[in-house]
């Protein structure tokens, strides 16, 4: 019980009635609400450009870093947090919260998360066309009504405040948005199990092409239906569709051959990470990416003139070898960052020493990492070591403050390379 209760005596709980815990119960919640609404303050300045200069791709990267699990546990927390608090722009003038009216009540401890939810979901359902004050005075509606009233009454109240503003409700589309999903689990034998779902059009495309892969085949008088089943013709005419798709000459194979590009940068900016280099001659990118490419790709040099011509090319050379990449897949087993669950044939192969700082492309001086948490380690102040052969990360000061070296567990009950 908090000691800044002011309606409930200063006992011990067990000496409490039962009304007594009740009060006790709804203070301690409005303060816990208030509480929340603090964390919404830091997270929604953080957005204001604080994740990025940390290295991170997004405040909802940081915020799940910081707060120790995933995106997805904290992405409606985050959207919450800058929904209900005011940002600011370049030259630090105030921009005004998308709800501030939520937002003061969510401050006061007077609604919880689930009740701002509820307002943010109706508030974004208004069309484009209601003015401002009508707007304004909506938002005011039902944070008056969430002050007092439970989920259902204020979701009747959202759905009310709804039909009155848009009573004819979004209109139709003629083509609705393809629907695919496919989810899979493998088993500690291996064996994989897939479950998924196809829209209408995509999954008539792909029973045109798995149905005559099924049928049994009338020429082949070992072909019996009584001995193999139609659940066994699906599965091996589902691999026949995998093998057709790997022997594609466009088909990524297994240990994540990468693509031949092209990068153009002196070598001055390429160690400085500073100024830009241009990828396959077309698209401009800057040097620390450029930096990030150089890990693991097959590089070409090109030797330009001082007017930008080119002089000479050089030949193609492959920094990471298929043979270190399987090698580091035994080791690794994935990403190598403390909590990545990606697997090799997701991961890049990083220098723990920069190639072009005389780091060598070797076992001792690689090690795997996926794409988000490679960029993070170019961009931010993690760090990396080898110790005994293995890879060994130092977090941030702002994420501890003893800075510990973490390793990846999640991938040591898998056998690994001496």
């Known amino acids: 019980m908090s000691e800044t209760s002011s309606l409930v005596p200063q006992r011990e709980l067990w000496q409490l009635t039962a009304r007594e815990k009740a009060a006790a119960?709804?203070?301690?919640?409005?303060?816990?609400?208030?509480?929340?609404?603090?964390?919404?303050?830091?997270?929604?300045?953080?957005?204001?450009?604080?994740?990025?200069?940390?290295?991170?791709?997004?405040?909802?990267?940081?915020?799940?870093e910081i707060a120790r699990t995933s995106s997805a546990a904290v992405r409606k927390m985050v959207a919450r947090a800058?929904?209900?608090?005011?940002?600011?722009?370049?030259?630090?003038?105030?921009?005004?919260?998308?709800?501030?009216?939520?937002?003061?009540?969510?401050?006061?401890?007077?609604?919880?998360?689930?009740?701002?939810?509820a307002i943010l979901a109706a508030l974004r359902s208004i069309p484009a066309t209601v003015s401002a004050q009508e707007r304004e005075r909506t938002e005011k509606t039902l944070v008056d009504l969430a002050r007092n009233a439970g989920m259902p009454e204020l979701a009747q109240g959202c759905q009310r405040l709804r039909d009155?503003?848009?009573?004819?409700?979004?209109?139709?589309?003629?083509?609705?948005?393809?629907?695919?999903?496919?989810?899979?689990?493998?088993?500690?034998?291996?064996?994989?199990?897939?479950?998924?779902y196809l829209d209408p059009i995509s999954g008539a495309k792909t029973l045109a092409l798995l149905e005559p892969l099924a049928a049994a085949r009338k020429d082949d008088p070992s072909d019996n239906p009584l001995v193999r089943g139609q659940a066994e013709r699906n599965g091996d005419a589902f691999m026949e569709m995998v093998?057709?798709?790997?022997?594609?000459?466009?088909?990524?194979?297994?240990?994540?051959?990468?693509?031949d590009l092209i990068v153009t940068i002196t070598l001055n900016d390429l160690k400085k990470e500073l100024g830009k280099a241009c990828l396959d001659m077309v698209t401009d990118i800057t040097?620390?990416?450029?930096?990030?490419?150089?890990?693991?790709?097959?590089?070409?040099?090109?030797?330009?003139?001082?007017?930008?011509?080119?002089?000479?090319?050089?030949?193609?050379?492959?920094?990471v070898t298929e043979a270190i990449r399987y090698m580091l897949a035994i080791r690794d087993c994935g990403c190598a960052f403390p909590g990545c669950t990606?697997?090799?044939?997701?991961?890049?192969?990083?220098?723990?020493?920069?190639?072009?700082?005389?780091?060598?492309?070797d076992l001792g001086n690689l090690v795997l990492l996926c794409g988000y948490h490679h960029r993070l380690l170019h961009n931010s102040d993690w760090t990396l070591r080898m110790v005994n052969g293995m890879p060994e990360f130092t977090p941030p000061a702002f994420l501890d403050p003893w800075r510990k070296p973490r390793t990846n567990t999640i991938h040591t009950a898998q056998p690994r390379a001496a």
């Open 342 to 361: 990606r697997k090799p044939r997701h991961c890049e192969a990083h220098h723990v020493l920069p190639w072009h700082a005389g780091g060598k492309t």
């Open 25 to 64: 119960l709804r203070e301690e919640l409005m303060s816990l609400w208030q509480q929340e609404s603090r964390v919404y303050r830091i997270i929604a300045d953080l957005d204001n450009g604080g994740s990025r200069e940390l290295g991170y791709a997004s405040t909802t990267a940081l915020v799940a």
């Open 287 to 319: 040097a620390s990416e450029a930096r990030i490419l150089a890990c693991d790709c097959k590089i070409i040099p090109a030797i330009l003139d001082g007017e930008g011509q080119p002089l000479e090319m050089g030949r193609a050379k492959r920094l």
């Open 164 to 196: 009155t503003l848009d009573p004819d409700g979004a209109e139709p589309r003629d083509t609705p948005e393809p629907a695919r999903s496919m989810r899979w689990h493998t088993r500690k034998d291996g064996s994989v199990k897939f479950d998924g």
């Open 243 to 259: 093998t057709l798709a790997a022997s594609h000459p466009d088909s990524p194979n297994r240990s994540g051959t990468r693509a």
């Open 82 to 117: 800058i929904a209900l608090n005011p940002s600011h722009g370049v030259g630090g003038a105030e921009i005004p919260a998308a709800a501030p009216l939520t937002g003061q009540a969510a401050a006061e401890g007077a609604i919880s998360a689930q009740h701002a939810d």
